[in-house]
């Protein structure tokens, strides 16, 4: 195939996404299995850095799948064997899955509860840590504690929050994404069609040309009959006229 194959390029830039996005997954991983690292500012954004990578994969490879099927549904245009369609078909399936064992794990119930565990240790241990404050100062401390515990579940919410918006902006991206798409397959169907009513009408340009050139070899072969004959009676005329003419002239004299 042609290094301009646009399916190279997307291919190319799927295995570098999915490279980048493995090696983020085993950083998260280290971290994951750290109970101090674990729910802190590189842990979140490692996971947000990879669900969003992992969308973006999972666009190419359907836009992958669709040029897939474009290609079998007529393999002698696009000149390619059924080996490099299985080839092209081996690929994506192998990145879908390691794509999805590694969303699997980072959504998975397991992960969630373990974070759950690990925020709830950290508020205590925050609370253990303070010193305890009794008589006229006991509500002073219960208020700080109130306000702590409301200042992170309004942290938790503007992150999540926060996500929410990437996800709306990813979909916006997404479905501008399947727009252009649809577009570009509009456009190339009409393109097709074109490209073979211009092939059907230089076929039937050919023909008319084959059957001009023939009428014009057979109109040459009639001319050439007819300048024959018009000699051979110029011929017979002349002969007449000479005989005519002796024999006149024998009974002239």
Known sequence: MSLEDPYFVVRNEVQSAL???????????ELYANKTANGGQ?????????LNSLKSIDWDLEDLSETIGVV?????????????????KNFIYSSRDAATAIKE???SA??????????????IGQ???QPSVKGKYAKLDNDLEANNSQFIEDQQQQQQMEMA???????????????LKNMGHEMNAELQIQNQMLEEFVGEVDQTQSRLDSTLLRLEKVMRLTTDKRQMVIIFLLLFMIVVIVLLFAFTV
Not at 19 to 29: A, D, V
Not at 110 to 123: C, G, I, N, S
């Open 19 to 29: 490279g980048e996005t493995q090696q983020s997954y085993r950083r998260w991983q």
């Open 42 to 50: 590189e842990y979140e954004w490692l996971k947000n850095k990879i």
């Open 72 to 88: 079998e549904s007529n393999p002698t245009k696009f000149r390619l064997t059924a080996q490099e369609i299985e080839d092209r």
């Open 105 to 107: 794990h980072i959504g």
């Open 110 to 123: 397991e992960v969630r509860v373990h974070e759950e565990k690990v925020t709830r240790t950290k508020l």
């Open 127 to 129: 609370q253990q840590s």
């Open 165 to 179: 918006a990437q996800d709306v902006q990813l979909e916006m991206v997404g479905t501008s994404m399947r727009v």
